[in-house]
């Protein structure tokens, strides 16, 4: 990957560095920019202590016994505003939070690993409870936007403030409430602590808006992929479903299955091509990204990258290692074994390494959707120590799971299908990529006021 420019135009009326200028800013215009953001003093902000300006762990009130909605710690998402999940619970202890709040994790490796939300799941006046590794975090009145207060606590100032302050035996570590006692902060007035949060929570409403369209549009491919594959009522001929149309149907040793299709192995659909095995002496501190596999957050191939090598061994290497847009991965060892991630839109160099592999085959999307059935889910546990850290398979074991092969009719029928699906998909998980960049790049730039957002109209 080439490195980005950090350099800072010299012009004082300039409105931000480069890295902000970049061609990820593909929803906007440099004029629009330009008309959002300004870069001013900010002798009107003033120091405030971070537990003064922010009520930390807030008395709500919520009896013993009662139920309500409930969050655990995997219900929260790294780096993601919105709350995943939750259960109806009856309270026997916990946090407890309203909406608007923030929910902080405080535990290693949760904390490290972005786990910050945003309550917005509660009717009005409800009171949900969660986990005790949560710090629960609320904007006081007149004094914080609650918007800028979950933003504020997911910048990197505070996160580093927070993990260097954390106590305990090594794996337990925590976040004490005092932390937030010894925090001085820069903080604007209510209304222009409004105007920032609007701007990055439009970006992130942008992103789940995104999300939510790409997991629409995997549970149509998943539906279809049932229907035809597994209910054999894709269309025949006439246009009809095929089981229930009287298509003829034949014994197999996995049941019975559509005239001239074949039971046959997983390979026979498509390859799964091993990474690239690099040395120590491989890896740099910049030059071009190599894939890892703790990355992959499916369906999503994230690209923070924490390893490079040089120019000339990216040259050098075999292109069935490169890794392009679209290309389909699958987690080969580790914790998350058996996990497959599309590689979004991107002119990223990038290369595969060991721990993942890249699905080759002219229906790599009917794959992703086969590789992330229970069934095959279920093999890949199976077939390696997965129990442990460090599960391994191997992509002929992959390959060699017995499944079942359709004619090239159908194959033909249902690819065309997927890549419709799909291609819409990966444009979005790109913009879903650069619209995370611009965030990330502007969050900490706003909260230091560095770059400045004119004040309209309080949220």
């Known amino acids: 990957m080439e490195k980005q420019s950090k350099d800072y135009e010299k012009n004082e009326n300039d409105w931000t560095d480069r890295e902000i200028q970049s061609e990820t800013l593909s929803f906007m215009t440099s004029a629009m920019i330009k008309d959002i953001f300004k870069q001013t003093e900010i002798g009107e902000w003033e120091e405030a202590v971070f537990s003064e300006a922010i009520d930390v762990n807030p008395k709500r009130e919520l009896k013993k016994g009662q139920s309500a909605k409930c969050v655990s710690m995997i219900d929260i998402e790294p780096f993601k505003r919105k709350i995943s999940n939750f259960s109806i619970k009856e309270f026997k202890g916990g946090s407890k939070f309203r909406n608007k709040d923030t929910l902080f994790a405080r535990i290693t ?232 991630g599309i590689i979004p839109k991107t002119e990223n160099k990038i290369l595969l390494n060991q721990r993942v592999g890249k699905v080759e085959s002219n229906n790599k999307y009917l794959m992703y959707l086969i590789l992330n059935t229970n069934e095959i889910q279920e093999l890949i546990s199976g077939g390696s120590s997965a129990s442990s850290a460090q599960g391994n398979i191997s992509n002929s074991d992959i390959e060699n799971f017995i499944y079942l092969i359709p004619n090239e009719i159908f194959l033909q029928k249902i690819n065309k299908v997927m890549n419709c699906l799909f291609v819409k998909m990966i444009d979005n998980l790109g913009e879903i990529q650069n619209l995370s960049q611009i965030r990330d790049s502007l969050l900490p730039k706003l909260m230091s006021g560095k770059i400045r957002v004119p004040v309209k109209t309080n949220r």
């Not at 490796?109 to 005790?132: H, M, Q, R, W, Y």
């Not at 979950?150 to 925590?174: D, F, H, N, W």
């Not at 998943?222 to 269309?235: M, N, Q, R």
């Not at 596999?293 to 490169?322: A, G, M």
Request: glycine share 10%.
């Open 109 to 340: 490796p949760c904390l490290e690993n972005g786990k910050t939300a945003f309550v917005d799941i509660l009717d009005n006046g409800e009171i949900g409870f969660g986990s005790t590794e949560f710090i629960v975090l609320s904007a006081k009145e007149e004094k914080t936007d609650s918007y800028f207060v979950y933003y504020l606590s997911r910048s990197p100032e505070i996160r580093k403030v927070a993990i260097k302050s954390m106590t305990g035996t090594s794996g337990r570590q925590r976040v004490e409430n005092e932390v937030f006692d010894t925090i001085i902060i820069n903080l604007p007035p209510v209304s222009e602590q409004s105007s920032i949060a609007k701007i990055l929570s439009d970006l992130d409403s942008k992103i789940e808006l995104n999300q939510q369209m790409n997991k629409t549009l995997e549970s149509i491919g998943h539906a279809i992929f049932k229907h035809w594959f597994v209910d054999f009522e894709f269309p025949n001929e006439k246009g009809k479903p095929y089981k229930s149309s009287g298509g003829e149907m034949v014994d197999s040793e996995l049941g019975k299955i559509p005239k001239g299709w074949e039971v046959g192995k997983l390979g026979d659909l498509g390859k799964i091509q091993p990474g690239f095995a690099f040395k120590s002496k491989d890896f740099l501190d910049d030059g071009i990204g190599l894939a890892k596999i703790k990355n992959i957050q499916p369906p999503i191939v994230d690209f923070n990258f924490e390893s490079y090598i040089s120019e000339e061994l990216y040259n050098e290497t075999n292109n069935r290692f490169y890794l392009f847009s679209g290309d389909i991965l699958i987690a080969m060892t580790g914790a998350k074994i058996g996990k497959i």
